[in-house]
């Protein structure tokens, strides 16, 4: 009977420190997906309140290309105000439409202070990304105004921009493959954050105030 006895507490013990390890499991996970969740959609802030990675303020590389209008544009003719520089190819199906309509977004959240940013989309697809089909997708985008520049050029011309702001682009003719994200300039051309593509228009319309503020 003792035996018997032993056994069965064993056994009751067994389950009970079973039910007891799955409640820690659980709880441990739950914390873990609580704290991996809080990291993706809270955002890193700068001492200065911008939201971002912190680029450190240094000058932003130059560059001067042509834009969907057939302009010549460089990113020196917009100091003074507050520059978003990102960079996309017209064919692109998924990620370059998802963050133009993003812009598009932070336009309109900008209101009147709109007409105060500018946002420079440079090509990395210099084989099939020419001036008109930058026009057309300005306009499949809703895109279509002064301060918004879809810049064209060369591969000669475009890939030292690429390099100067450490963006990985390749295009083979049939598609392109290239980095991701924003870089967001103040108003005297410094390098002040980076946004990766996980950002909101609210974000970025946030930054570009704060900036404007300055």
């Given at each position: 009977m003792s035996i018997r006895w032993n056994w069965r507490l064993a056994s009751r013990l067994s389950v009970l420190s079973l039910a007891v390890l799955v409640v820690i499991f659980v709880l441990v996970y739950q914390r873990v997906s609580a704290?991996?969740?809080?990291?993706?959609?809270?955002?890193?802030?700068?001492?200065?309140?911008?939201?971002?990675?912190?680029?450190?303020?240094?000058?932003?590389?130059?560059?001067?290309?042509?834009?969907?209008?057939?302009?010549?544009?460089?990113?020196?003719?917009?100091?003074?105000?507050?520059?978003?520089?990102?960079?996309?190819?017209?064919?692109?199906?998924?990620q370059c439409p998802l963050e133009a309509q993003k812009l598009h977004s932070t336009f309109q959240l900008l209101g009147n202070d709109a007409s105060h940013v500018t946002m420079l989309a440079i090509s990395t697809d210099p084989q099939n990304d020419t001036p008109q089909a930058a026009s057309n997708f300005t306009q499949a985008?809703?895109?279509?105004?002064?301060?918004?520049?879809?810049?064209?050029g060369s591969s000669q011309q475009l890939s030292p921009v690429w390099s100067n702001y450490h963006v990985y682009a390749n295009s083979n003719g049939n598609t392109a493959d290239h980095s991701l994200g924003i870089y967001v300039l103040d108003k005297q051309g410094h390098e002040?954050?980076?946004?990766?593509?996980?950002?909101?228009?609210d974000q970025l319309a946030s930054n570009l105030k704060k900036l404007l503020s300055e």
């Open positions: 704290d991996k969740a809080s990291s993706i959609d809270t955002p890193s802030v700068t001492t200065s309140g911008l939201q971002g990675t912190d680029l450190g303020g240094a000058t932003a590389p130059g560059f001067t290309l042509i834009d969907q209008h057939g302009k010549t544009v460089s990113l020196a003719d917009f100091k003074g105000q507050p520059v978003v520089v990102t960079f996309m190819f017209t064919r692109c199906p998924d985008h809703s895109l279509d105004q002064s301060n918004w520049h879809f810049l064209t002040r954050v980076f946004q990766d593509t996980s950002f909101t228009p």
